[in-house]
């Protein structure tokens, strides 16, 4: 069964940096574009980032664009989301989720939280 | 990038039917055939109900039912059960090669 596991959640100041990892198996990790999406706490869910299979293509929300940076390590089986500039309204629990190639986004991790505040 | 708008609760009794709509523009949910539908438990992760509209993945449940039109997607949910109480989330993929989520809905079992 698909697994992804995020971590590098915690607290940080505004203004911070926060590198975000989700770990990939148990499928061809290499194969499938990958999605970063967000929910403040009580809140809905917000996309944020999606990255293709390849690592060729990126896309951005308008709220992270610019301050967010979505890579991957296809050796490493790992997605990654760098986040500077880190803003109060950032705070959110963050998934990584993949892309099920024109079928949604049909596999979802449990989850990191990100707090940002002093 | 303007979230989809969706009702914020709906409710039903057991047995009963449901529709939740989830309603965009001609950039997003009427321009694509991409739209996609969640469920979310409390504290869980959102799992995928729908995908491309109207199809389900192996293993969900055929009382989940998709489907779109116009600028309006919709999901309707049939033969309530109690395990249905969730919030559920449309998705759409848009034509600046982005995504965007609905608003999310409330489902009440009553």
């Known amino acids: 069964q698909v697994q992804l596991v995020e971590s590098g959640g915690g607290v940080v100041q505004p203004g911070g940096s926060l590198r975000l990892s989700c770990a990939a198996s148990k499928f061809s990790f290499s194969g499938y574009g990958m999605h970063w999406v967000r929910q403040a706490p009580g809140k809905g869910l917000e996309w944020v980032a999606f990255i293709r299979f390849d690592g060729t293509n990126k896309y951005y929300a308008d709220s992270v664009k610019r301050r967010f940076t979505v890579s991957r390590d296809n050796a490493q089986s790992t997605l990654y989301l760098q986040m500077n500039s880190l803003r109060s309204e950032d705070t959110a629990v963050y998934y990584c989720?993949?892309?099920?190639?024109?079928?949604?986004?049909?596999?979802w991790g449990q989850g990191t939280l990100v707090t940002v505040s002093s | 990038q303007s979230a989809l708008t969706q009702p914020a609760s709906v409710s039903g009794s057991p047995g009963q039917s449901i529709t939740v709509s989830c309603t965009g523009t001609?950039?997003?949910?009427?321009?694509?055939?991409?739209v996609s539908w969640y469920q979310q438990h409390p504290g869980k992760a959102p799992k995928l109900l729908i995908y491309?509209?109207?199809k389900r993945p192996s293993g969900v449940s055929d009382h989940f039912f998709g489907s779109k039109s116009g600028n309006t997607a919709s999901l309707t949910i049939s033969g309530l059960q109690a395990e249905d109480e969730a919030d559920y989330y449309c998705?759409?993929?848009?034509?600046?090669?982005?995504?965007?989520f609905g608003g999310g809905t409330k489902l009440t079992v009553l």
């Open positions: 001609s950039s997003d949910v009427g321009g694509s055939n991409y």
């Open positions: 998705a759409s993929y848009t034509s600046s090669s982005t995504w965007v």
């Open positions: 491309d509209v109207d």
């Open positions: 989720a993949r892309d099920g190639r024109d079928k949604g986004l049909d596999y």
